[in-house]
């Protein structure tokens, strides 16, 4: 059974940093590609960051420069090392993969960027 777990999510101020970390289990984690997806309350779920199964990243335009997707396969596990954390960025975030064509979602971790 496909699972993303996501976590480390959690209360910070502005300017201030956080790392999430989604593990994964049940596929071949080297083989895929994983996001971050955030939704803020009363928005639309958005893509945040992508790693593709070689290391290429991709960010949102609101990401760049401040948020860093890295994974490490060993451990199958992806993070988002977030810094510079603005109000705007509070929302649950969840984790994604595409595997085999089925798309799935990590169970999602808030983060609540205080002013």
């Known amino acids: 059974e496909v699972q993303l777990q996501a976590s480390g999510g959690g209360l910070v101020q502005v300017g201030g940093s956080l790392t999430l970390s989604c593990t994964a289990s049940?596929?071949?984690?080297?083989?895929?590609?994983v996001s971050w997806f955030r939704q803020a309350p009363g928005k639309q779920r958005e893509l945040v960051a992508t790693?593709?199964?070689?290391?290429?990243?991709n960010y949102a335009d609101s990401a760049k420069g401040r948020f860093t997707i890295s994974r490490d396969n060993p451990k199958n596990t992806v993070y988002l090392q977030m810094d510079s954390l603005k109000p705007e960025d509070t929302a649950i975030y969840y984790c994604?993969?595409?595997?085999?064509?089925?798309?799935?979602w990590g169970r999602g971790t808030l983060v609540t960027v205080s002013s």
């Open positions: 790693i593709s199964r070689s290391d290429t990243t």
């Open positions: 994604n993969g595409i595997i085999l064509g089925d798309v799935y």
């Open positions: 049940g596929f071949a984690f080297d083989d895929y590609a």
